[in-house]
């Protein structure tokens, strides 16, 4: 079942190789009549120690390795076997860690700083897992939470690291019950919850073949045989009968303990009682039927295990030994009990409760919906930073696309060109359309002439216009030159004409 068994843990572990004395003395009290195949030799019993049992504390394994160790000194056993429970509830024995050899509290040192280590490696995956990567880590200050060890000193094991382990695991289990009892409870308002939810969502008609399904359901659920009185005579017959294959008439309640001690170790832990009720909830419980829940079953059973356990362990300690179950057989409430309510007859919480319960709930649902509309709020918000750094990243590529072309489209300017006359590059003649003479643009050097002078030169004689043409500007090179001379070929070089010898 894997639940918690402190004092079992405590004292049935350590003190399993002390005991088998007082296993031996069973031997003698069964009868002939029983078959001896059902029941443990003695010598079986010496040679297979009783199996280590997993408390459910997440130190487990620690606490496990340091009994285990402390097991294999003589001194330790010796005063282990004289101890009784509350002595070492009250921290006696962890005072005798003094005196156990030096090779086991060497190993002791050693299974402290592994789990002070494991401890550390727990936080800082903690650390991680909620964001905080660059935080620095007080790991003296998170040990703290884990009372089990004294982290002052993470590299020596003391005796208080012993009475820290003994008193947190016994404070831990003693109040497993309790915490168990919340925890089912819980469940049961949360199952209720939820079937109230559900006929909200149904029309009347659906409401009402919903709460008579329901009704049924229970009904059929309580519709079992007797439960027998966990712990009783008729319970306990009840098993040496159907499970053992015995007669009902020769039941002892010593054999009956023998047989059922099934690791051996003298006592009965929770596991080996919470077996003996198998019988009595398969009676309620049938994992095919709808009306029943298996979770309840396993509650019902944890629920005859306590109260056996209240009964008949005397001194407290999670474990019932011979003497204990002896005494309690033959107790009125062994032999005449009270009947049994089960589960569906006592409703683990009022009303109250299941008003607060929802309470509850609406204000966790509440919370939720709060934290998911700021996280629906933050990734809108991140959205919109991110389309702004997207649109700016996108004007920057497109200032730098244009710095680009620009670069491209800068061709440096051609070699400057010597024109004859009034003739146009012919990059310019070729987009625009023949302009007449008199609107071409005059070469350099020349004055422009009014219209009226240009006519009167026009209408002159032609000595006259040679006289008007000899007061303009005109560059030598421009000027028309005398009957019979011709025109020097473009590719000719020009000679610089002397003045002196134009006629």
């Known amino acids: ?9 405590l004292k049935g572990l350590l003190t399993s190789c002390l005991v088998l004395a007082s296993v031996m003395s069973w031997a003698k009290a069964v009868p002939i009549s029983i078959d001896k195949t059902k029941v443990k030799l003695p010598e079986e019993t010496v040679k297979e120690p009783p199996q280590s049992v997993d408390t459910g504390l997440h130190y487990d394994r620690y606490l496990r390795e340091v009994i285990d160790f402390l097991e294999k000194d003589q001194h330790f056993r010796e005063k282990l076997h004289n101890t009784d429970m509350e002595d070492i509830k009250q921290g006696k024995l962890a005072k005798e860690l003094d005196f156990v050899s030096h090779h086991v509290r060497t190993k002791l040192d050693e299974l402290k700083r592994q789990e002070v280590s494991r401890l550390r490696t727990l936080i800082k995956a903690k650390q991680d897992i909620e964001g905080g990567n660059d935080i620095a880590v007080d790991h003296q200050a998170l040990l703290k939470q884990f009372e089990y060890l004294n982290h002052m000193n993470p590299h020596t094991f003391e005796v208080e690291d012993l009475d820290r382990l003994i008193k947190s695991a016994t404070n831990d289990l003693e109040n497993y019950d309790k915490e168990r009892h919340e925890e089912f409870k819980r469940y049961e308002m949360m199952k209720e919850h939820e079937r109230r939810e559900h006929l909200k969502t149904l029309d009347e008609e659906g409401r009402r073949k919903e709460e008579e399904h329901y009704e049924e359901m229970k009904k059929k659920h309580a519709d079992h045989p ?43 832990d929770e596991q080996e009682l919470e077996a003996l009720f198998t019988k009595e909830l398969e009676k309620i419980y049938d994992p095919t039927n709808e009306e029943d ?42 032999l005449e009990p009270d009947s049994w309510e089960t589960l569906e007859q006592n409703q683990e919480y009022t009303e109250e409760e299941m008003r607060e319960f929802e309470e509850q709930l609406a204000r966790q649902e509440e919370d939720l919906h709060q934290k998911a509309a700021d996280l629906q709020q933050q990734r809108e918000d991140l959205e919109r930073q991110q389309e702004q750094l997207n649109a700016q990243k996108m004007e920057l590529q497109q200032a730098v696309d244009h710095m680009e072309r620009l670069k491209t489209q800068k061709v440096p300017p051609p070699p400057e060109m010597q024109l004859e006359g009034n003739a146009v590059p012919e990059s310019l003649g070729h987009d625009q359309p023949p302009v007449p003479p008199e609107h071409q643009p005059l070469p350099p050097g020349h004055q422009d002439i009014p219209q ?25 090179e421009n000027q028309p030159l005398p009957p019979g001379h011709n025109s020097p070929p473009h590719d000719s070089p020009q000679m610089p004409l002397d003045h002196n010898n134009v006629p």
Do not use: C, I
């Not at 079942?1 to 843990?9: A, D, E, L, R, V």
């Not at 009226?452 to 030598?476: C, I, R, S, T, Y």
């Open 1 to 9: 079942m894997g639940f918690p068994k402190m004092m079992s843990y």
């Open 226 to 268: 007797k439960v027998n009185h966990p712990g009783s005579k008729d319970q306990l017959k009840e098993v040496w009968e159907e499970a053992d294959g015995l007669d009902p008439e020769d039941f002892d309640p010593k054999t009956f303990f023998n047989l059922h001690d099934t690791n051996g170790d003298g006592f009965f």
């Open 293 to 334: 829940d298996m979770v309840e079953m396993e509650e019902e059973r944890l629920r005859m295990r306590e109260h056996v356990m209240n009964e008949v362990d005397t001194n407290k300690d999670r474990l019932v030994s011979l003497d204990e179950f002896l005494v309690a057989t033959k107790k009125k409430e062994f």
């Open 452 to 476: 009226e002078q240009q006519q009167q030169q026009q209408d002159a004689p032609p000595n006259q216009q040679d006289l008007g043409q000899e007061h303009q500007n005109v560059p030598q």
